[in-house]
């Protein structure tokens, strides 16, 4: 299997399966001098842990994260930095069944076809349990920018699940970290409780839609026309399991709106130019523009559910198959710290990236420009 890999110049490289004796990361890229250790990295790994609400999949994973190399004395060498997370609550017996089925809306019948053969514990590198491994490589990435884009900050939550939808009007950052949903709205949290409680008695399954916004992001990230900063946001994201959609801004509802509604419209402020909205959600030409970052993406209903559906076997016979073992019956939730930690990757990688093509250079607005009133 190739394209374990992601990023250019700080890369991270994935590897072991659902149901293997460990799975990890291998940071490549990461600037000498930053202070790293296991506590730094282990809150993010948290975040993302299976089995801590009735919400999410109840297999029992501590997630302890050891750092194997590229780190001497509390700070990063420069080396690879060699991440690893021990499986220590496997149940493979949950997937006999299908050893010789294929889970409908699953990777399996896609992995048979192009490698004629797939590790069917839980998914192998299929498996969201891979995702644990980018937590671990983004949280790297924020020891960095910490250090070179100390005024950045990335934060995800939930907006959507099912027919429930995020009340922008009672926003509150604070409340996210307080509920199982990452949800910036304490007053919808019970509802939210209770319509995925029902879905999951009835041994269904939902979709949901998160948003990640980065502020503080400095503007000149990003490179035209094939390293756009929004193409490789995008393409982090899309990268996630079950997701089958992202939008930058507006997004799609950019397709209902006329030109004098969508642009953003710039004036002069005193510490430089002001943009009157965020309908580009901060990235023009495939560039930063210093505004607010946001980035959305629809995640699929969870596949795996107790629910019969109509599939085949290896054997080409037409079977009807229940998926048993420990689910999320709304895999969105636990996204939500997987796109952080993919967005931390994204802009870092782009941030060396224009250092290493502009050296900081930038244009100047105003006052010692050298143009010309219009």
Not at 209 to 217: D, K, S, T
Request: proline fraction near 5%; charge should be negative.
């Amino acid at each position: 299997m190739s394209f374990n890999s992601f990023g250019r110049i700080f890369t991270f490289t994935t590897w072991g399966e659902s149901h293997g004796p460990a799975l990890g990361v291998t940071v490549d890229g990461c600037p000498p001098g930053v202070a790293l250790d296991e506590s730094l990295i282990q809150p993010f790994l948290d975040r993302r842990r299976p089995g801590q609400s009735r919400m999410t999949t109840q297999r029992q994973e501590p997630d302890q994260v050891r750092i194997l190399s590229g780190v001497f004395q509390g700070r990063t060498t420069g080396t690879p930095i060699q991440l690893m997370i021990e499986n220590t609550d496997q149940r493979s017996r949950d997937y006999g069944d299908i050893a010789q089925a294929f889970r409908p809306g699953h990777a399996d019948i896609a992995y048979h076809l192009k490698y004629g053969i797939r590790d069917y514990r839980g998914g192998g590198r299929s498996s969201a349990r891979e995702t644990a491994a980018r937590v671990a490589a983004g949280a790297v990435a924020r020891a960095v920018l910490a250090e070179l884009a100390p005024g950045l900050s990335i934060l995800g939550y939930m907006v959507q699940m099912g027919e429930l939808t995020l009340d922008r009007s009672r926003f509150d950052a604070a409340e996210i970290e307080r509920n199982d949903f990452f949800l910036p709205d304490a007053a919808a949290v019970a509802e939210w409780a209770e319509y995925l409680s029902r879905i999951r008695k009835e041994q269904d399954s939902i979709g949901a839609a998160v948003e990640v916004l980065i502020r503080g992001c400095p503007p000149g990230l990003g490179a035209p026309v094939y390293a756009k900063l929004d193409t490789d946001l995008a393409a982090a994201m899309m990268s996630i399991n079950a997701v089958k959609g992202v939008e930058v801004g507006e997004g799609m509802a950019a397709a209902a709106l006329r030109g004098t509604d969508n642009a953003d419209e710039i004036r002069m402020g005193v510490e430089g130019p002001q943009f009157l909205s965020n309908h580009a959600g901060g990235i023009l030409g495939g560039i930063s523009t210093g505004q607010d970052i946001v980035v959305r993406f629809a995640v699929k209903p969870t596949s795996s559910i107790l629910t019969p559906r109509r599939t085949i076997d290896a054997a080409g016979r037409e079977i009807d198959l229940v998926t048993k073992g420990r689910h999320d019956p709304c895999v969105g939730i636990r996204a939500v710290p997987v796109a952080e930690a993919m967005a931390a990757c994204v802009i870092l990688d782009q941030l060396l990236l224009d250092r290493a093509q502009t050296g900081g250079r930038r244009g100047v607005i105003g006052p010692g420009s050298g143009g010309e009133p219009v």
